[in-house]
């Protein structure tokens, strides 16, 4: 029960704070990207490291990043599909599914086939 209290508290917290950055942005368009699934993914990791250690926490930021990285690899497949090919919104998200997908999952492999 305390868990979920400190994460409740932190990730409360760090949106605030996140809502009150992408509030100062201009313009305001970036606001929606500091909403609340950056913020409590941050809020969280520290609790996670103090109750799942180090390597846990550390397989968890690197899912973090991967993820990241594949949403803006997604977000900009996105934006060539509906500027220069012309696709409704709904069938460009759609199709550029596969490239999240590909995206997070090769990298995944990647980067833990290293480590």
Not at 84 to 106: D, E, Q
């Given at each position: 029960m305390v868990e979920y209290?400190?994460?409740?508290?932190?990730?409360?917290?760090?949106?605030?704070?996140?809502a009150?950055?992408?509030?100062?942005?201009?313009?305001?368009?970036f606001a929606g990207l500091f909403g609340a699934a950056p913020s409590i993914a941050l809020a969280t990791l520290p609790?996670?490291?103090?109750?799942?250690?180090?390597?846990?926490?550390?397989?968890?930021?690197?899912?973090?990043?991967?993820?990241?990285?594949?949403?803006?690899?997604?977000?900009?497949?996105?934006?060539?599909l509906l500027k220069k090919f012309l696709l409704s919104s709904r069938t460009a998200t759609m199709a550029t599914l596969i490239v999240w997908f590909v995206v997070a999952f090769g990298v995944s492999a990647a980067l833990f086939q290293l480590s």
């Amino acid at each position: 029960m305390v868990e979920y209290g400190l994460r409740f508290l932190a990730g409360g917290i760090a949106v605030s704070a996140f809502a009150v950055l992408g509030d100062t942005l201009r313009p305001k368009s970036f606001a929606g990207l500091f909403g609340a699934a950056p913020s409590i993914a941050l809020a969280t990791l520290p609790i996670t490291l103090s109750q799942k250690g180090a390597p846990f926490a550390a397989v968890e930021g690197r899912s973090m990043i991967v993820g990241a990285f594949a949403l803006a690899a997604y977000s900009w497949v996105v934006c060539v599909l509906l500027k220069k090919f012309l696709l409704s919104s709904r069938t460009a998200t759609m199709a550029t599914l596969i490239v999240w997908f590909v995206v997070a999952f090769g990298v995944s492999a990647a980067l833990f086939q290293l480590s």
